[in-house]
Each structure stands twice: as C-alpha cells, then as structure tokens.
C-alpha cells in the first residue's frame, strides 16, 4: 500500500509540475509575441477626438471598448472631459489587451492603494495611463514598474505657489530668474518628469512630488537623469522626456530597465496593430529613444491647467 501510494503521488505531482510548466511556458510565448521586448517601454499616443467629421463614430468606437464600470463613472465626469475620458480609458484597454493577447473585454485592472491601474491575472504587464485636454499616453513595459504623465502647458493662475509645489529646495534655489517664458514651460517639464517617477513608484500626485529630483533642461524630448527618489537608493531609473509638440510636456519613466522608448500614434477607439507592425512617429530625440512627432494640433483648452486641477491619471 505504502509504494503504490507513492508511486500515484509521484504522477500526480509530475502531472501538476508538467501542466505548471506548460502554463508557464504559454505565457513566455505570449510575453514573446505581443511584447514589449526586454529593455524597450512602448507609448500609444491617442488624440482627444475633437468637433468635427468623425469624431460621432470615434467617440462610438470608444465608448464600445468601455466596460460598463468605465461606463458609469464617465458619466460622472463633467461634459467637457467625457470624450477625453473615453478616449483615454478605450487606449488603456485596447492597448493592455494587445500585449496581454486577450480581447479588450476580457482585460480587468486592480487599482493600487493611490489608484494605479495593475492587469489582473499578469503582474508582469505594467501599464499607466497620463491625459491632459487634448492628448492621452498609454505607457506599457515588462521590464519593471513604468509611470507616463503628459501635461498642456498653459497659462498658470500661481506659477510661484505652484513653483514651491513642485521644486525641491536645491531646485528652487538654483531656479534661473529668467528660466520661464510666458507659459512657464521649464515648469511642466519638471513636473511632468516628477509625476512620471511618482506613477511608476505607484503614488502619483499622492507622493512627496518634492523629493524627486531630476535634471531635465530646456528640452522637450530626450533622456534626464534622475538625482534623487523615494524608495531604495540603488533604484535605476529610465527618465525620457517625449516630444508631443509644443502645446505638451510628458514624460516616462520605469524603474530598473527599459532603456528604449518608442512611441506609437493610435486612432481613438482603435485597437492598436501588434506593435511589431506599428509604425513609430518619427523625429528625433537623443539617446537611444524613438519619439513621437509632434501631435494633431489639439482643440483649444477649455479649462487652465493648475495644479489644483491637474491632468487625470
């Protein structure tokens, strides 16, 4: 009795390690097939749909990728942001679900303590999502934790409050008087960079924005170094600034990897082709990042950009 019930215990452990192993090598297959491969971070870029011709049947397409949870809380959004609400959380899921390899109604995101959207049923699959009037980036990486913010720069009602909002204490002290223009855009560069390194950390504007500290320039596009973060102090950290036009400031950052950027163009409430046969915006940024070419001009802004009404995440 003793060796027959060993020896059934042995099949049905070797039964259960092989079908472990197939799973697990299913999913290798999958990550291999719909990517982002190691060392790379893919941006779907996706334009607000605006008034106009189409934009009845883009606004359909997206409201069709919705699942009726994002259904009912876009109803709560004011009226002016309900088509950018569609149009952002439509890429969210079209785009997980094409490196998920599943249809975009069978995706299910968890939400993270601050909100950060996870994809339930492969922890391996980072994503974040970032949207500002007129433009919304979905930020996909396998490589490690990956946070994208994108910003409209326009006019600020306190750029000084909002200055020591953001700035650290050695930032804001070494802070040109001459630095801004009209728009003060050296400041969405900063704070974009900064709420990109929170997202990926998972805290978003939740966090001490404060305590990160980065070296961005007067660029709109290219790698930036990051001097200082919450969390261990051996983090590496991948910072690319994306050039989206100069209406917009937006970064990506992931912690531990990802050292090429590339950035997609995506039609609201499309489904995105698999990225190998995705053409990249072209235009160049440094490094060894792909960037993306300067979006459709966007509609007006209809609501000035403060940090008391910041872009949603």
């Known amino acids: 009795m003793i060796r027959g019930t060993t020896r059934t215990t042995t099949r049905t452990t070797t039964r259960t390690t092989t079908r472990a192993a197939a799973r697990e090598a299913s999913r290798s297959a999958v990550r291999a097939r719909h990517g982002p491969p190691p060392g790379e971070v893919h941006v779907w870029a996706v334009a607000e749909p605006v008034p106009g011709a189409g934009r009845e049947e883009e606004l359909r397409r997206?409201?069709?990728?919705?699942?009726?949870?994002?259904?009912?809380?876009?109803?709560?959004?004011?009226?002016?942001?309900?088509?950018?609400?569609?149009?952002?959380?439509?890429?969210?899921?079209?785009?997980?679900?094409?490196?998920?390899?599943?249809?975009?109604?069978?995706?299910?995101?968890?939400?993270?303590?601050?909100g950060k959207p996870y994809v339930a049923g492969d922890p391996g699959l980072r994503v974040s999502l970032s949207h500002t009037p007129g433009l919304s980036l979905v930020a996909v990486s396998r490589d490690g934790p990956v946070g994208v913010d994108v910003e409209r720069v326009a006019p600020l009602t306190d750029p000084v409050g909002l200055r020591h909002q953001v700035l650290s204490e050695p930032e804001a002290a070494a802070w040109p008087e001459d630095r801004e223009d009209a728009l003060h855009s050296g400041l969405f560069t900063h704070w974009t960079c900064k709420e990109a390194v929170l997202k990926a950390l998972g805290s978003g504007l939740?966090?001490?924005?404060?305590?990160?500290?980065?070296?961005?320039?007067?660029?709109?596009g290219g790698p930036v170094r990051v001097l200082a973060a919450p969390g261990r102090p051996d983090r590496t950290w991948t910072l690319q600034l994306i050039d989206c036009g100069p209406g917009f400031r937006a970064a990506v950052a992931v912690a531990g990897g990802a050292e090429t950027v590339r950035v997609f163009p995506l039609t609201p409430g499309a489904e995105p082709p698999p990225w190998g046969d995705a053409a990249e915006s072209s235009a160049g940024l440094e490094?060894?990042?792909?960037?993306?070419?300067?979006?459709?001009?966007?509609?007006?802004?209809?609501?000035?950009?403060?940090?008391?009404?910041?872009s949603c995440s």
Request: charged share 20%.
């Open 62 to 114: 997206c409201l069709g990728l919705l699942s009726p949870d994002e259904q009912r809380r876009r109803r709560h959004v004011v009226p002016s942001h309900r088509a950018l609400y569609a149009s952002a959380h439509a890429a969210l899921r079209a785009v997980t679900a094409a490196y998920a390899g599943l249809p975009p109604s069978q995706v299910a995101f968890v939400k993270g303590a601050f």
């Open 206 to 220: 939740a966090g001490d924005i404060r305590a990160v500290r980065v070296a961005p320039g007067a660029r709109r």
């Open 287 to 310: 490094g060894r990042s792909r960037p993306a070419g300067p979006v459709a001009p966007p509609p007006p802004v209809r609501t000035p950009l403060t940090k008391e009404n910041p």
